[in-house]
T-cell receptor
């Protein structure tokens, strides 16, 4: 079945440092979405990537979709305490919608 | 727009009892999703509807779980009978096009 691996599971950084989370799929994807969930909150949609090699930016966040459409990354430049939370990818393959296990980001101010 | 509305916010029930979770999607959204979130298993898609029709229910754990969407503005997820391992946060989400908007979730505890 459709599988996705998201790494790392946890990341602790000093405020101001960069952060990256990766999603890797076993199959070619139709698209990939990224969500952020604050502690005690619900997932909030960040972005969707559809095209091979696509790169999108939202302020300090950079999202990439691999050329083979099997992997993606979310990079945060110069983290701030407001970036704390868990970042999930959601993949859509031929049959299924699957969330990655998430990367929990904590930040030392 | 009030967003996706779920009720109740918290539910504590005894093992064996029936539990019904409710969701009101955003008006105009044509997709509705039910998810379950636990520490062990993360976010799992249980079922989703398109225009009130169930499209994929392969994530529903077993026959104790059922979901309905009688109209475009209302959906229920029912667990009967409930078991302690059903304890989780259940999210409803709706979408039109790309982005899914999640509700605040129902935290279910089965004792």
């Amino acid at each position: 079945g459709q599988q996705v691996m998201q790494i790392p599971q946890y990341q602790h950084v000093q405020e101001g440092e960069d952060f990256t989370t990766y999603c890797n799929s076993s199959t070619t994807l139709s698209n990939i979405q990224w969500y952020k969930q604050r502690p005690g909150g619900h997932p909030v949609f960040l972005i969707q990537l559809v095209k091979s090699g696509e790169v999108k930016k939202q302020k300090r966040l950079t999202f990439q979709f691999g050329e083979a459409k099997k992997n993606s990354s979310l990079h945060i430049t110069a983290t701030q305490t407001t970036d704390v939370g868990t970042y999930f990818c959601r993949i859509q393959g031929a049959q299924k919608l699957v969330f990655g296990q998430g990367t929990r980001l904590t930040i030392n101010p | 727009d009030a967003g996706v509305i779920q009720s109740p916010r918290h539910e504590v029930t005894e093992m064996g009892q029936e539990v019904t979770l409710r969701c009101k999607p955003i008006s105009g959204h044509d997709y509705l999703f039910w998810y379950r979130q636990t520490m062990m298993r993360g976010l799992e898609l249980l079922i989703y509807f398109n225009n009130n029709v169930p499209i994929d229910d392969s994530g529903m754990p077993e026959d104790r779980f059922s979901a309905k969407m009688p109209n475009a503005s209302f959906s229920t997820l029912k667990i009967q009978p409930s078991e302690p391992r059903d304890s989780a946060v259940y999210f409803c989400a709706s979408s039109f096009g790309t982005a899914s908007t999640f509700g605040s979730g129902t935290r279910l505890t089965v004792v």
